[in-house]
Every structure is written in C-alpha cells, then in structure tokens.
C-alpha cells in the first residue's frame, strides 16, 4: 500500500459545480497536510494547509481532514473555468530533521471545468 | 508571482556542458529543497537543506551537485547530463524542515 493514495481522474465538471478531491494515506505520524494546485508549466501553488485535524475553509475553498480515517478532502464551491489544473494532496510528519519531514505527494488529480 | 524565484526558465544544454540552477527566496525561510518533476507525476525530492546545511540528499547522482550559499540562495550545479534528466526541476521553501513548502516555477530542462 502506498502512503498516500489519490485518485488521478481526470475528472471533468460544469462551472458552478462542487467538486471533491480526496487523499486517503497510512501513516499516521502525518501532522501536516497540504493542497497545492498546479496550472500546466507552472509550479505547484500551496492552496490550503491543516495541522492536525478539522476543517479550513478559505472563499469557495475548504479541506477537511478525518485522521480516525485516514483521508483528507478538498472542496470546491461555484467551480469556474479558471480552477481547471492538477490538484496534489501532500502530507509531512514535521519532525523537525530527518526523512519524517519530507513532503509526501500523491499521484495528483487533473480537473477540468467547462464553461 | 511566486515568492521562490527560479532562473533560468528554460534550458537546453548538452550533455558535456555545465550549468547551473538559481533559486532565491526572501521570505526568511531556513528550509529549501530541489525537486525534479516528470509530465504527469509529482514532484521527487532531491536535496533538502536547512539553516545552509545539507539535510538530506535522495540518492541524486553525482552530476548533480547542490550548494546553498546563504540562507536566501540556493544552486544546483549540472555537469555531464543525460537525456533522461530533462524535467521541470522546482526548488521550494519552508520556514523550516517539515512544515509546507513553497514552490518556484521552475527551470525546464532539456539535455540534447
């Protein structure tokens, strides 16, 4: 079993839609967990990030995270044309030092909203 | 705009050339990285430094060569290359090990 598991789509939605991107992993020392968007010839773009558990929401954003289960979520409300790009979940172990700290990614998820 | 700036954008070299990869972040972070990504797949993680030391070094060959000259900067050096090195190589940034990173936009790089 990989230690962080998404599912790579692509996944194709109407502007205006919900969507929800998810990431389950397993190792439960992961105290960070991240959303980056990633538009074609750029570099990933830190979206949103949660220490520990809960939920942050942030405008038409919000990532929840279950560690009981293990998965995380992203949420996009009012989709638009302009959302379309990869989406990866990371995860670290913050340890300060050390591998524990490395980012760990998943496979990345391709979005595309149609007008 | 990104605050992790990477110079080049585009690169095209030989594989008997030497260059060299820029990144500078001043957003006071002691933490930076150099990943290589691949179309389609996530980024791998190089070299790690933190507080301008070398943290972490996954395996990278040694035509890769990492230097951090001060807390702002960090270089990597690109010796003998060969075509399945050509990527998009990312540097980013964290205020510290572990905690989420910022990323560049990358230098492209292809070895002819």
């Known amino acids: 079993q990989k230690e962080v598991e998404q599912d790579p789509g692509p996944l194709s ?10 990431c389950t992993y397993s190792n439960s020392a992961f105290q960070y967990f991240m959303w980056y968007r990633q538009y074609s010839r750029k570099g990933p ?5 949660t220490y520990s558990s809960g939920n942050k929401e ?34 670290s172990g913050y340890i300060y030092g050390g591998s524990q700290g490395n980012l760990i990614f998943g496979k990345g998820t391709k979005l595309s909203v149609k007008p | ?26 957003m006071g972070h002691r933490a930076m990285y150099w990943y290589k990504q691949k179309a389609k797949k996530p980024p791998e993680l190089m070299f790690v430094y933190s507080y301008e030391k070398l943290s972490i070094n996954e395996s990278v060959p040694s ?7 001060n807390s702002s900067l960090l270089n990597l050096h690109l010796h003998a ?6 990527a ?19 230098t492209r790089l292809s070895i002819l």
């Open chain 1, 13 to 22: 939605v109407p502007e205006g839609a919900i969507v929800s991107l998810n």
């Open chain 1, 45 to 49: 773009e830190l979206l949103m990030y």
């Open chain 1, 58 to 91: 942030d405008g038409r954003f919000t990532a929840q995270v279950d560690k009981s289960s293990k998965y995380i979520s992203l949420f996009i409300r009012d989709s638009q044309p302009s959302d379309s790009a990869t989406y990866l979940c990371a995860m």
């Open chain 2, 1 to 26: 705009d990104t605050e992790v700036t990477q110079t080049p954008k585009h690169l095209v070299m030989g594989m008997t050339n030497k260059k060299s990869l820029k990144c500078e972040q001043h």
């Open chain 2, 63 to 69: 035509r890769f060569s990492p230097e951090c000259p």
């Open chain 2, 81 to 86: 290359l060969q075509p399945e090195d050509s």
């Open chain 2, 88 to 106: 998009l190589y990312l540097c980013a940034s964290s205020r510290i090990q572990g905690q989420p990173q910022h990323f560049g936009d990358g």
